[in-house]
């Protein structure tokens, strides 16, 4: 049976590194003079950016893991049939 790691590993990284970007950029903005809260970063003009943004990360995160998953693949395919 084929397992598709690299499809759950591109999935699980980008979805994972998106999500942690997106919470880090609405909840601890860095706003110059302070008192900034998620509430003015989510009705700023700059909010579709950071969208973009996670959007962005989410596509190299799926790239580097389906290469991570690949080879996780291989390898244990190749030690599964050492095994017999």
């Known amino acids: ?10 999935l699980w990284t980008g979805i994972i590194l998106s999500l942690w970007n997106l919470i880090y950029m609405v ?3 860095r706003c110059f003079g302070g008192g900034c809260t998620y509430k003015d970063v ?11 943004l996670s959007a962005g990360i989410f596509v190299c995160g799926f790239a ?12 244990k395919n190749r030690n599964h049939a050492e095994r017999f």
Do not use: D, H, Q
Request: proline share 8%; hydrophobic share 45%; charged share 10%.
């Open 1 to 10: 049976m084929n397992k598709k790691y690299w499809l759950r590993g591109g």
């Open 27 to 29: 909840f601890f903005p």
């Open 42 to 52: 989510l009705n700023t003009p700059i909010f579709p950016y950071v969208l973009a």
């Open 64 to 75: 580097a893991g389906s290469v991570l998953g690949w080879l996780y693949g291989k390898i």
